[in-house]
């Protein structure tokens, strides 16, 4: 499953990242991820509930935030951005258009509890 080996990717980064005596404080996890990512929310936070059950991050939540998409157009030479994706220019209609930031995936904040 997709969203499964996310999360236990994300286990992992978080688990190198923080100091192991303060695993157990961490409280949020804040991810970015883009929107050809594919990731369903629910999934996600099924999964990652699932994989930290009795571990030191049972307790801390991961929050999505979704990047509207950065794309370029090579016919009209337009940069704009988009929540939702698209297939052709909204300017030129050209399909000819480059997304820049589709499959981000990344970690952007960990919170830990005072
Ligand atoms: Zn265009």
Redesign the pocket.
Known sequence: MHEQSIALNIIEIVEQSVDISLLHSVELIRIRTGLLTNIMPEALHFAFSALTKGSKLENSRIELNTLPLSIH?S??Q?EYTSEEIVFD?P??H?DL?TVNNGDVLSISEIVLKD
């Open positions: 157009c016919v009209c337009k220019c300017f030129c050209s258009i």
